[in-house]
Every structure is written in C-alpha cells, then in structure tokens.
C-alpha cells in the first residue's frame, strides 16, 4: 500500500531563511507525489507535484520540491521564507491501482506539517 | 482554471438534526468528487468516493447511513450529516477529479479541493 510520512509534526523558520518541511513515501511502482498548503480554515491549495522527469519540481509561491528515489524523499524548499508563508503543509501520494480494476487512484495524506515562519 | 465551491462554508445546528453541505464544480463536470473529514491539526481522512450517477464508495469505518452522499449531477454533490452529534462537528473538504489531456492510464487526473465547510453541532 502506498503512504507518505511527515516525520516533524511543526517546522519554524525566521523570515527570510530557506525552509525546508520533510517527507518520505512507501509505494509499489512508480511514485505520483503532490504538495498541498491549507491556511486557517481554508481548503487545500495545490503547490507542486511530480510525476516523472527532473528530480527538481518548481512550483506554486516559490516553493519547490526534490524527489530523491534512493533515499525515498520528496522534501518541500523554499530558498526564503515569508510570514505569509506560515500554514500547514501536506505531502500526498496518488495511490495507484490496479489498471482495470476500478478502483479511483485516492490522494492519500501524510499527517501534515506546521509551518511557523517568524519575523 | 478549476474552481470547486462548497456551501455553507460555516453551520451550526443542534443535535439530532441533519445538515446538508454542497460541493459543485463550478467550470467543469466533475463525475467523481471525494468528501475528506478533517480534525483540528489532524490530516484529511477520505470518507467516501462520489460518483455522478451511482450509489457512493464509503471508506472502512465510515457510516454511510450517517453520512448520506448524493451525486445526482455532474456539478453537484452533497453531504448529509443526519442526526448529528457533538462529535461529528469537524471540517468537511470535498475535492472533485478533473480529467487532464495527455495523461496516462495511471495519471489522467487532477484533483482539486473545495474551500471547505466547519460544522459546529451543539
């Protein structure tokens, strides 16, 4: 079965250094990896995500993200952190079925990261 | 690009009343949409998968008598919380699939997600 951890449940940053929010992931096959931010009571916003190519996804607000196959990672950067930046972070992992099987390929979440970047 | 609103955004009811929340595409047709529960700092839990047309998909656990999901269009699907409880207040995040052009057998679809809604039962 496929999953992703999140091993630090916050992360705090000051302003303006790079930050970085961990993640690894467990699964058969080939990895389909996303980011997803959520503000305060707020739905989940998409940052990035990485199917197949360059280990280095650029995505959304600056943010990026390095797929490491050895080491099974796809940690989240940002060279400069902002205060705006501070919400919780999600890694997520399309859970691949079977092809045929009808199964609908569900986004599964790792626990999710604070971000508290200070000023 | 792909907008899913939900409605209410926020509610409060007493308990033993039902409570209905919307999800709808707002610029495409979405024939799969999933309804995620979501607890205070806790991770999206998948509830159930909404299929236009179809009876929904519930996750182990998840009592669909409880949490009734009707898909009757391609740009709406609905939640229903009947005879709510004080632990049932959470936050509800639908998401509906949108097909991708060039995609793969495996990747043929993103997924976006609604605004949420929070239920407060007294």
């Known amino acids: 079965a496929q999953s992703v951890a999140q091993p630090e449940d916050q992360v705090n940053v000051a302003e303006g250094n790079p930050l970085t929010v961990k993640c690894t992931y467990s699964?058969?096959?080939?990895?389909?990896l996303f980011w997803y931010v959520q503000y305060p009571n707020r739905g989940l916003q998409f940052l990035l995500k990485y199917i197949t190519g360059d280990n280095l996804v650029k995505g959304s607000y600056g943010f990026e993200a390095e797929f490491n196959k050895s080491q099974t990672s796809f940690h989240l950067k940002k060279p400069s952190a902002l205060v705006s930046d501070s919400a919780l972070y999600f890694c997520?992992?399309?859970?691949?079925?079977?092809?045929?099987?009808?199964?609908?390929?569900?986004?599964?979440f790792g626990q999710g990261t604070t971000l508290q970047v200070k000023p | 690009g792909a907008v899913v609103s939900q409605h209410p955004s926020r509610v409060i009811c007493k308990s033993g009343t039902s409570v209905k929340i919307e999800c709808r595409s707002l610029?495409?047709?979405?024939?799969?949409m999933f309804w995620y529960r979501q607890f205070p700092k806790k991770s999206l839990m998948l509830m159930a998968t909404?299929?236009?047309?179809?009876?929904?998909?519930?996750e182990q656990g998840v009592e669909k008598d409880k949490f009734l999901i009707n898909h009757a269009s391609l740009t709406l699907s609905t939640l229903t919380v009947t005879s709510a409880h004080p632990e049932d207040s959470s936050f509800y995040i639908c998401s509906a699939r949108v097909p991708i052009s060039g995609g793969t057998p495996h990747f043929s679809y993103e997924q976006y997600f609604g605004p949420g809604t929070r239920l407060t039962v007294t």
């Open positions: 610029d495409f047709q979405a024939t799969t």
């Open positions: 909404s299929n236009e047309g179809s009876k929904a998909t519930y």
């Open positions: 699964v058969s096959g080939n990895p389909y």
């Open positions: 997520a992992v399309r859970d691949m079925p079977a092809l045929g099987s009808g199964n609908t390929g569900k986004l599964i």
